[in-house]
């Protein structure tokens, strides 16, 4: 059984936007972080925006090539983690990934892929005209 399971990717033109959603089988509870990464081909792995829960607040980071256009939220009603994305470029071309942290791994870089012990299988977003 897959624990986490992304939907929402598809084709776009530049300027476009697309809703990314990671369903979580596993309990929000029982993760410290949760994250988007991504991957285009030929590149690393790079984290794209993450949410963590510090005193009962969430905390969110975004690497500086999404910040302003990406938004990061968690749904707590359908225990979703989604990816709002705006203003679309050819550069955000890659297969987008969801993960999370079980293990309180990634309050040391939330944004690096090698601190979440749990991934998703992938949606793929592409940007072209």
């Known amino acids: 059984q897959r624990v986490l399971v992304e939907s929402g990717g598809g084709s776009v033109q530049p300027g476009g936007s697309l809703t990314l959603s990671c369903e979580a089988s596993l309990s929000w509870s029982n993760t410290y972080y949760m994250a988007w990464f991504r991957q285009a081909p030929g590149k690393q792995r790079e984290g794209v925006a993450s949410?963590?829960?510090?005193?009962?607040?969430?905390?969110?980071t975004y690497s500086a090539s999404v910040r302003g256009r990406f938004t990061i939220s968690h749904d707590d009603a359908k225990n979703t983690l989604d990816l709002q994305m705006n203003s679309l470029k050819l550069e955000d071309t890659a297969m987008y990934y969801c993960a999370a942290d079980t293990l309180a791994n990634a309050y040391r870089g939330s944004l690096q892929p090698h601190f979440y012990d749990v991934w998703g299988q992938g949606t793929q977003v592409t940007v072209d005209w």
């Open positions: 949410m963590g829960r510090t005193s009962g607040k969430y905390v969110t």
